[in-house]
């Protein structure tokens, strides 16, 4: 029996069974229906070569799918059963049907709901990603979790110097936690007990610093040796406002380029989509969904800032956005609707292979105005004042001979 290795949904009256595991860090409850009746419940070691030889001993010419639940257990249960030739679908708990009113949960009744929702055909695959994905995500989550421990030292030492009532010493302000910052620091006269507990705070700083810049070179070097990562990271990396540290983390979520159907669903995937209400004539359009991984969002509308200073393009939709809003919700209104932009250029290039180089390259942008005085450039052409404008990509060569992008709007 020949089966994708990835599938997504399935059609039920392709199989004879359905298998709804519910995976524990000991074993897992099984509930295995037919098209008509339960046929058995039981409960094997979290093993996955018992559940392989219990099939192919009970039901060796039968059409088997299983499912399961998203968890700690990752994906050793799904690789194990594909590479047996047994189709499996990975689900979101949050999508499985739930009825309502029930206050009882147990394993064995979540392994029935799900083979139950199976058999119906309402159950959806996430995208399993492959190894280096996954790979990639270890070292992602290393970095969000180094970085989330040095920022908080960061607090801890600003907190220490408010409650001791001694300034902050950065010269600028711009200069936040450079070296020459901490070297002030370092040498800064108080009593014995704030200097003893302000250095210790700094030596765990100065550690998670330099487990940074261990962790960021790995992720380099690992993007690198891959060819195909190697060139994602290089289409990213062309766009305005991504660099190094959000151009990973966005190919360890989004996975496999291959499996996106357009831009609409990855910016549905970020969270970035806006919520709607609709019933015949009338449209309600409320905030972003915030469905996803928040820290990809996140990450993803701090870039927009930096993208804005560096593509006049965005500057200029930015501040007709802004024009469109009150005064106290303009700045976040614009620059979400920066961040949705954003993902349509991601998708562009990631689909495309091709290199984004910014069109309006006649404005030239000085970073150090102020927003009162960017509000002074020319806006666009008024029929491309929509979030969704449609985009023309032409091709053409550069010196060394590879495409690239160049996004110019429809007059």
């Known amino acids: 029996m020949t089966v994708s290795k990835n599938v997504s949904t399935i059609a039920p009256v392709e199989f004879d ?17 037919d098209h008509t009746q339960k046929i058995r419940s039981l409960t ?25 639940e998203t968890g700690p257990t990752g994906y ?72 989330k421990q040095s920022t908080g030292y960061k607090c801890r030492i600003k907190a220490l110097l408010l409650v001791e009532g001694i300034a902050y010493p950065n010269t600028t302000t711009t200069d936040h936690w450079t070296n020459n910052t901490i070297r002030r620091l370092q040498a800064m ?34 993007c690198r040796n891959d060819s195909d990562l190697s060139d994602s990271m290089k289409f990213l990396l062309s766009l305005p406002g991504i660099g190094w540290v959000i151009a990973p983390i966005l190919l360890a979520r989004i996975g496999d380029w291959r499996n996106l159907q357009d831009a609409n669903e990855l910016a549905g995937f970020i969270g970035l989509t806006p919520c709607e209400h609709s019933t015949g004539d009338d449209e309600h359009k409320g905030n972003i969904t915030r469905m996803g991984d928040s820290y990809l969002r ?43 932009k954003l993902t349509t250029r991601i998708y562009a290039v990631l689909a495309q292979r091709r290199v984004y180089i910014p069109g309006y390259r006649e404005y030239n942008l000085n970073r150090k105005l102020s927003n009162k005085k960017r509000r002074q450039f020319p806006l ?32």
């Not at 359905?18 to 229906?33: A, E, M, N, P, R």
């Not at 560096?310 to 700045?331: G, I, N, T």
């Open 17 to 33: 069974l359905f298998f709804g595991l519910d995976v524990d860090k000991k074993s897992i409850s099984i509930t295995i229906l």
């Open 44 to 68: 094997l070691p979290n093993k996955s070569e018992m559940i392989i030889n219990y099939t192919k001993k009970h039901f060796p010419d039968k059409r088997i799918l299983f499912a399961y």
């Open 76 to 147: 050793g249960l799904y690789d194990q059963l594909t590479k047996a030739g047994y189709p499996c679908l990975v689900v979101t708990p949050s999508l499985v049907p739930t009825q309502p009113g029930k206050r009882v949960k147990t394993n064995r009744i979540d392994s029935v709901r799900l083979a139950q929702t199976l058999r119906g055909g309402e159950l959806k695959s996430v995208r399993v990603p492959s190894r280096k994905y996954r790979d990639l995500r270890h070292l992602i989550q290393v970095y969000k979790t180094t970085s």
């Open 189 to 222: 006269e108080c009593i014995s007990s704030v200097r003893f507990k302000l250095d210790r705070l700094l030596e765990n700083l100065l550690f998670y610093r330099g487990q940074l810049l261990k962790i960021k070179k790995e992720i380099k070097r690992f």
């Open 298 to 340: 996140n990450l993803l509308i701090e870039a927009s800032w930096a993208a804005i200073r560096k593509d006049p393009e965005l500057a200029e939709f930015y501040q007709r956005v802004y024009q469109r809003h009150p005064r106290d919700r303009a700045p976040r209104k614009a620059i979400v609707a920066v961040a949705r």
């Open 380 to 411: 666009a052409p008024e029929d491309a004042s929509r979030l969704c404008r449609v985009r023309k990509y032409t091709k053409r060569r550069v010196k060394n001979d590879s495409p690239v992008l160049t996004a110019s709007l429809l007059r």
